[in-house]
């Protein structure tokens, strides 16, 4: 599964960038340089790439091991329709048309607003549950399994289904594997008219387990409402949730109670009873930037980071400021472990209070910067994904939303860019040689670039939705002494990097990265 390693002479790209330059000079011996280059902020802000089509609303985003990205959501014209379609779009091909596939979808379940994890063994993509018409009538649930092979890009119905129909479901992959689902609803309130019957709005509250075979067991004794059900802030609705360092789940609900689900057996549900970040929203997007430490951001332009390292209650602090209230806004852990936030208004799904400005916390500082501005405003349905090149991709809006985004734009993070505000892509390390086999936790393993290595990362692949992505998770690598080859440790166990798929970056002295290999992390075969 893993992408094929291009081993690059090192002489090849010194004799190649000595080209590069001397073209450069002569460029620009006869032309004055582009105005543009002058006084370029990207190497301090970041900077975006231009807006471009998508064949579909990418209001789900994941990316698969062999560095493209699974995508569902619309149809073509960008109204619900993910019964019809779905997509795929390779990122080394560009922006262009020619990169993005749109793909039919034959199971015959509507994967709108569906669950997703990618499987550890196999590097496919687990869609759980979705939409469904009932009398004409959309945004009803189903209880259907499916799974995406990014190898022959096909979308199969599973024949074990869930026992429970979820809709806004979240899937959480565990440290051997299995994925839990929690939350979602399960059926829709409709009044009814002479010649559509009512139906009664119901959650689903009860967690369900899917084993690597494909069986589920239900967590009946793990039944509540409060912590992914009906009640509180409508907690069913994409529950934020991940595994914690000991192996448990931790839920961080809309309306700011935390919860303990141990998920063997028939299940238990503990609530920590002193943990109460204030200001949550169903709206706002919450991400683990680190082992056992998650940033969530919070109603009145407030985030908090939650720290589930301890055994006793996880502790709350305030960060600095955000510019910004963002509902319906995305963050996502950038390639050096600062959390990007864009898109999102203080208005909820509206253009009224939305920003084009995106913005930076750093966990080392505690504070917030000003990033680069896009073009167009994400709302409600898009999604942002780290990608192995360093960069982030932030599509979709709309289905429904006061704009119909049949787009993406691309952020470039500051690490790309030369830092002499010549607004240029700096020069690439290049990973000459990494794992092609699985590692395992706590282990030894090298890897070789063509530069000095001045530092490692290692970020899970994300699987992004509804402006909340629970796989993405960031790990600093120490290095015991620099080189062009390193020996480094994976992260210590599987409860604080499940079993999958992770890029690795490397880092020059200039601070840029490598374009990231896509390593597995598991159990040996
Ligand atoms: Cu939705």
């Keep these: 599964m893993s992408p094929q390693l291009i081993n690059f002479n090192p002489l090849i790209k010194l004799i190649r960038n000595f080209l590069f330059v001397l073209f450069l000079g002569l460029l620009f011996s006869s032309n004055p340089p582009p105005a543009l280059a002058i006084g370029s902020s990207a190497h301090l802000t970041g900077a975006f790439g231009p807006l471009h089509n998508w064949p579909i609303i990418p209001i789900a985003m994941m990316l698969m091991p062999d560095g493209k990205i699974f995508a569902y959501g619309s149809n073509p014209n960008g109204t619900q329709g993910a019964k019809m379609y779905y997509a795929t779009w390779d990122p080394s091909l560009g922006t262009g048309g020619s990169a993005f596939t749109l793909l039919q979808n034959t199971t015959n379940t509507d994967i709108f607003c569906a669950g997703h994890s990618i499987i550890p063994a196999t590097g496919q993509a687990l869609v759980v549950g979705g939409d469904a018409l009932v009398n004409g009538i959309r945004n009803y649930a189903n209880s259907d399994v499916n799974i995406f092979d990014p190898v022959t890009s096909t979308l199969i119905r599973q024949s074990q289904q869930m026992a429970y129909k979820r809709w806004y479901a979240t899937s959480v992959t565990s440290p051997t594997g299995e994925h839990i689902v929690l939350g979602g609803r399960n059926d829709k309130f409709f009044a009814g008219t002479p010649t559509k019957p009512a139906t009664t709005a119901s959650y689903s509250p009860i967690p369900e387990v899917r084993a690597a075979n494909g069986s589920w067991r239900s967590l009946t004794n793990a039944s509540d409402d409060y912590a992914y059900g009906a009640l509180g802030a409508s907690s069913w609705y994409y529950p934020r949730a991940w595994i914690d360092p000991r192996g448990k789940i931790f ?70 400021a955000p510019s910004a209230e963002r509902l319906y806004g995305s963050a996502t852990i950038l390639a050096d472990g600062r959390v990007w936030v864009n898109g999102g208004s203080s208005g909820g799904n509206s253009l009224t209070g939305a920003t084009l400005t995106s913005e930076i916390w750093n966990p080392a500082t505690n504070t917030w910067t000003l990033a680069a501005s896009a073009s167009t405003y994400r709302l409600y349905h898009s999604a942002s994904i ?27 993070p500051s690490y790309l860019y030369k830092k002499d505000g010549s607004g240029q892509f700096d020069y690439r390390p290049e990973i000459v040689a990494a794992p092609e086999s699985i590692i395992g936790w706590n282990e030894s393993f090298s890897v070789q670039s063509d530069e000095i290595i001045n530092r490692v990362t290692l970020l899970r692949v994300g699987a992004a939705t509804h402006n909340i992505d629970v796989e993405a998770r960031f790990f600093n690598l120490t290095i015991p002494s620099k080189g062009t080859i390193v020996t480094l440790k994976s992260p210590a166990n599987a409860n604080i990097a499940p079993p999958g798929y992770y890029m690795l970056f490397v880092w020059n002295s200039d601070g840029v990265p490598s374009i990231a290999k896509i390593i597995q992390i598991g159990n040996h075969l």
Excluded at 269 to 295: C, D, N
């Design 251 to 320: 839920i961080l609900s809309h309306f700011d109670a935390a919860y303990k689900l141990d998920y063997s057996g028939m299940g238990t549900i503990t609530q920590y009873q002193t943990t109460r970040p204030k200001g949550g929203r169903f709206e706002l997007p919450s991400v683990m930037f680190a082992p056992g430490k998650i940033l969530s951001l919070r109603r009145n332009k407030t985030a908090v980071v939650v720290d589930i390292n301890g055994n006793g209650d996880p502790t709350v602090t305030l960060t600095g």
């Design 386 to 412: 780290l990608l192995p090149d360093g960069s982030v991709m932030t599509g979709g809006g709309g289905a429904p939303g006061p704009l119909t985004q049949l787009n993406g734009e691309i952020y470039y």
